[in-house]
């Protein structure tokens, strides 16, 4: 009896991870007018499934910060996520143009003398300097990313005079060097937010970040600009395409 | 002097979060010779910083479970990460094959027919069954990712006679359908692990997991696979490069 009762629990538990799944990509999408979730009788009905799965897969999608649930009202989306675009490299609010504005806080702008793995991945010579800045970046207000960014020296000492508050860093590097910017290499992760980058973006301690590091060329080859973003995961995806044979290789078959 | 003492607290948690970031980049790549990591004092200078912020710095590392510290043994990593090549479309055991072996085990297998969501998205007929599947991956014998797919049924039902065990449903899909995959549209988000995810991938509860909504395509174009993927944060990255200029606009000026 008991085993038939922990099957049950966990075939529930499936159930509801399915559903949420399904659910998550039709929050992101805006398929519900006025952001009004259909009631938990209509979901176990177009799902196929019984009313307590709905309800489990409902809490998971609170717990991700997603819905909130209130007796009377029924199940509202709590909050817009937004799509980072992964096809191409883009600044935050170059990405975001069409869901509001960005704006960034710079809590630290300093020129320093990087750590040796700086100085590596931009390729300076010890003791070579650059700048660091640190900013909190915000869209319509919202706190979405904790970026750390160091910069080579000839292409970041101009930022101190920049408008920043108010601009990709992409954007001013193309205007300071007078050329386009070239290939960034990216790494993606998912950590957990410390207490500080917790505090910083607003968030829970313990919240899941979408850590991005990257490190950007010039279109001359030239890397100069290394950052690493905390994006709340609550807040943003990405999104983007990948193909089986990669356009170099249909190229030239 | 409790501002000083706030502003010094929170200057401290900054400059560790830089060290974090930096030295997760350097075990990452395996560039401690036996994931031994320097002294406290060592890395201290190495950082031009306090003994303080290295040791808070090594605290944030061990609370994403990258490194373990021991009194009298140090600091060492604890755990490899491995890279998920984000470059084009690859199957789990594909991208990890210089790591180690990919196992799968299933959970569950079963015809089904599907939400209206999975229908749509699938580009079925309402009432044409898919075949649903619900795998924990693993890596050398570590549980990497917990994957929930649905498969068009002709693609899907020849799966029940396969090995599923070793193979990457991407190979065996291509084997079945005679045509290589094409493309596929790809979400990624960070989220927190529920109680039963984080059972069945072995992480704590609330650990942060990298997402991937995933709906691949044959060559021709026909959508026969989507899949919703929660990796370990702790186990996995995701490495690829943007173009400022994307491909095509580069081939036709």
Tied chains: 1, 2.
């Excluded at 300071?176 to 990216?186: H, R």
């Excluded at 505090?199 to 979408?210: D, E, K, N, Q």
């Amino acid at each position: 009896m008991q085993r038939m009762a922990l099957d049950d629990r966990r075939s529930r538990a499936d159930r509801a991870r399915q559903i949420a799944d399904l659910l998550r990509r039709q929050i992101l999408q805006g398929s519900f007018p006025q952001g009004q979730l259909p009631l938990e009788a209509t979901l176990a009905r177009e799902f196929d499934t019984s009313r307590n799965a709905v309800r489990e897969a409902l809490d998971l999608l609170r717990e991700e910060g997603l819905v909130e649930r209130c007796p009377g009202v029924g199940t509202t989306v709590a909050a817009e996520k937004y799509p980072h675009g992964l096809h191409r490299l883009l600044g935050l609010a170059e990405t975001l143009h069409e869901h509001g504005r960005v704006t960034n806080q710079v809590r630290t702008m300093t020129m320093m003398e990087p750590p040796a793995p700086v100085s590596r991945r931009l390729g300076l010579a010890p003791g070579e300097q650059v700048v660091y800045l640190e900013r909190v970046r915000s869209l319509n207000g919202l706190p979405l990313s904790l970026d750390l960014t160091y910069l080579v020296r000839d292409a970041g000492e101009p930022l101190f005079d920049a408008d920043l508050a108010n601009n990709d860093i992409f954007a001013l590097l193309e205007g300071i060097t007078g050329q386009p910017l070239g290939v960034a290499e990216l790494t993606l992760e998912a950590v957990n937010a410390d207490t500080h980058t917790a505090a910083a973006l607003g968030a829970p301690r313990g919240a899941a970040l979408l850590m991005v590091e990257r490190l950007t060329h010039l279109a001359d080859g030239r890397p100069v600009d290394l950052e690493f973003i905390r994006f709340r995961g609550d807040r943003l995806t990405m999104r983007g395409h990948l193909r089986r044979t990669p356009e170099e290789e249909r190229a030239w078959p």
